[in-house]
């Protein structure tokens, strides 16, 4: 008997091995065993394999393996690409083909450049995605928008992860690095290979300067500091410089202990970096390139200076920026990702000239102003910006330091036509500013713009917590989606004076007794001024008075109007479902002031007042005395629960119209002077109880339903304030009555 020849252990490998593996092998030309290699890599879990030969034809094939088997990762982790504008591409690769789809996805996740087009502006764009891997396929990109700037900064890093993979398994190489050139940079000066220890300790200020300097020689770059805390004062700025650090947290630049030792006297007034220095003055026709400050605490050490007289160190600035008012050019300053704390004046003082970008950055405990305007020809955008700070830790009026009110603010803005910028412009004595997503805790809101100087000012979710002060002639000034908080305090009082135009929309005003010692209080204060053609309008306003009112035992007033005169016809609106709301308050709007009593055009419009239901909706004054001053107040769809009037002294100069007024009988409620029946009358109040009485107050014009019935009023009836009795109104049944 022929013995049957044994099968080799490659034949039985060859047979049984496929199947194990789960390997699927395309058909052949010709019949035959496909040797198989396979070899494994033990330190990712995956594995290579390969055919090798087919018996009886010399065609090679490739094969795919169960997904199971299969990583996904970054071919490298890290790269790096020039910041020159185009597409930078981050490879991923499978470790080999499989026979299903297999999905990554992919996103940024870190790193020091932007996508955000802020502050000094975004260097790249890399949406969120999916990588998507055919059978068969094992290389994909990831595609990088790389955006050039023309700032000078360090080199910037991108991170990159994968997760999320299906029907495949993802690596320990998951992250990216790809790293940004900087293609603008001539020189980057490190401080410390100029002589800066960075200790807290030694002086740093000449050591820096000359980094400074070889910077400004070298046609511009970056001035590198290391994480420590470097002491200095007195610093020369120029265009073309950005001063950079490790972070706002690592980096402190911070002004030295007892400058009055330094500088051998008591009254200094150093700044710490100074624009405006006799060789470092920018003066040139077009704007500069930008100074830039970026990850870095300034430190103004106020608590370790002399104690001076008034307002010696008035002018001990923190960064102060100013250009050549003569000519046309201002200097370009983005500050971003920075604090600013503890200053001895301002934190930053823009003055004449000045394009400036504040974003992203923290101000605490700054004297005068977080963000200080002196001058005019000045630009400012500012967003995300926290300004904090507490009054408290600073001068008051007995300090030989000198006060200034309030001694902190956010932001303090002087316009004085004596600082006027480059005029050939046509807005040499303007200050326009954009703030975005800002909070003012630090004292508040201070402008300030005199006679022959403009301001204009746009603000969109602001935080305003202390005061808000707002005057001059020719300010112009609009808040949307904002919160203003009234402390009632001295000094923190929350009020708009000698206002142009003023717009608020859908802002909340809160009023607090922070203070008990106040002749009374408000939730916010307008006071128009004669002369001025003031414009004021609130749109969809909120007003607001908290618990703390209870306490206070002083007329508590929502909205107070200051008096003008008619011929300054001021106008001032309230739109669109502006409500007074607080059990606590006496009236919702009272109107007039010693000075001058009379308020003028006045529009309440779909107006709602919550209040003390003794309280009034209005209260007035006139002034008998003086015929051009007089009240101009127009109703229209005003709802309440409250007393309708009070009106001191009320006469044949003042203006009342009553438009789509419907109330309940028990708020029909008027108070007023002798001659209330002398005022002009315009509209109508319909008044709706069940019985009319004999003192139920009217004004002209009014209808009062009961049941099936209605009268007519044909006579002003009201309490006199004066007199200390009821005039009655004169009701007839209405020819529309039954």
Request: aromatic share 10%; glycine share 10%.
């Amino acid at each position: 008997m022929k013995k049957r020849p044994r099968k080799s252990m490659l034949g039985i490998l060859g047979l049984f091995l496929p199947a194990f593996l789960g390997l699927n092998f395309p058909a052949t030309a010709k019949s035959g065993l496909a040797i198989i290699e396979q070899r494994a890599n033990h330190s990712s879990g995956s594995q290579q394999i390969r055919t090798a030969y087919q018996p009886g034809g010399n065609q090679t094939h490739p094969i795919t393996c169960r997904n199971g088997d299969a990583v996904v990762e970054f071919r490298h982790t890290s790269s790096s690409v020039s910041e020159n504008p185009g597409t930078a591409v981050v490879e991923v690769k499978l470790t080999h083909p499989v026979d299903k789809t297999v999905t990554i996805e992919y996103a940024a996740a870190g790193g020091t450049a932007s996508r955000i087009a802020e502050g000094t502006g975004k260097d790249y764009d890399l949406p969120a995605g999916t990588l998507v891997f055919e059978p068969g396929e094992t290389t994909k990109t990831i595609p990088l928008t790389i955006i050039h700037d023309e700032v000078n900064e360090l080199d910037e890093t991108v991170e990159i992860v994968l997760n999320n993979p299906k029907n495949a398994a993802l690596s320990g190489k998951k992250t990216h690095t790809l790293t940004i050139l900087d293609a603008n940079r001539k020189v980057l000066a490190n401080v410390k290979d100029y002589g800066a220890k960075g200790d807290g300790i030694a002086i740093d200020k000449h050591a820096v300067q000359l980094a400074i300097d070889k910077v400004k020689n070298e046609g511009g770059g970056c001035v590198f500091f290391p994480k420590g805390v470097y002491l200095v004062y007195n610093m020369r700025i120029i265009p073309g410089i950005t001063f950079v650090g490790e972070g706002r947290t690592n980096t402190i630049v911070k002004r030295p202990d007892h400058m009055e030792i330094l500088e051998g006297s008591k009254y200094t007034s150093n700044t710490m970096f100074n624009s405006y220095e006799s060789g470092y003055q920018y003066s040139s026709d077009i704007d500069s390139e930008p100074i830039i400050f970026k990850n870095i605490t300034i430190d103004g050490n106020s608590n370790n200076q002399p104690l001076c007289n008034n307002y010696s160190q008035e002018h001990a600035f923190t960064i102060y920026l100013r250009a050549d008012s003569k000519r046309r050019g201002r200097i370009n300053f983005i500050i971003e990702d920075c604090d600013i704390i503890d200053t001895v004046t301002d934190g930053i003082t823009i003055d004449r000239n000045v394009k400036a970008t504040i974003y992203n950055c923290i101000f605490r405990n700054c004297f005068r102003g977080s963000i200080t305007w002196n001058g005019g020809y000045t630009d400012t955008y500012i967003k995300n910006v926290d300004c904090y700070g507490v009054q408290a830790d600073f001068r008051d009026r007995n300090n030989p330091l000198g006060w200034y009110v309030p001694a902190i603010s956010a932001f303090h803005m002087e316009m004085s036509r004596k600082a006027l910028g480059y005029d050939g412009s046509g807005e040499g004595n303007l200050q326009r500013v954009k703030a975005l997503k800002v909070n003012l805790s630090a004292g508040g809101f201070w402008i300030t713009a005199s006679y022959g100087s403009r301001i204009k000012f746009y603000g969109d979710s602001l935080t305003i917590n202390g005061s808000f002060h707002a005057q001059g002639p020719a300010c112009e000034l609009e808040l949307k989606n904002s919160n203003i908080h009234n402390l009632n305090r001295r000094f923190y009082e929350s009020y708009i004076n000698n206002t142009g135009i003023f717009k608020f929309s859908r802002c909340n005003f809160l009023g607090q007794a922070t203070s008990l010692s106040q002749k009374e209080l408000c939730i916010f204060k307008i006071l128009p001024w004669p002369g001025v053609n003031g414009v004021f309008t609130f749109d969809n306003c909120i007003f607001r008075g908290d618990a703390t009112l209870a306490g206070f035992s002083g007329p508590k007033k929502g909205i107070i109007i200051g008096g003008t005169k008619v011929s300054a016809s001021n106008s001032l609106n309230f739109l669109n479902n502006c409500k007074v709301s607080s059990k606590y308050l006496d009236y919702a709007i009272y109107g007039g002031d010693i000075y001058h009593p009379a308020i003028s055009h006045v529009r309440l419009i779909d107006f709602e007042a919550e209040i003390n239901s003794k309280g009034y909706l209005l209260g007035l004054n006139s002034n008998t005395n003086q015929t051009d001053e007089a009240n101009d107040i127009g109703l229209d769809n005003v709802t309440f629960n409250c007393r309708y009037l009070s009106w001191n002294y009320p006469n044949r100069h003042d203006k009342l119209c009553n438009t789509n007024m419907i109330m309940k009988c028990n708020n029909n409620y008027i108070s007023a002077g002798n001659d209330f029946a002398a005022v002009n009358f315009s509209g109508s109040r319909i008044i709706q109880g069940s019985i009319l009485g004999p003192n139920t107050p009217g004004i002209i014009g009014d209808i009062f339903k009961t049941g099936n019935c209605q009268y007519l009023c044909t006579g002003t009836g009201f309490y006199s304030n004066q007199l200390n009795r009821q005039i009655r109104a004169v009701w007839v049944k209405d020819k529309e009555g039954r």
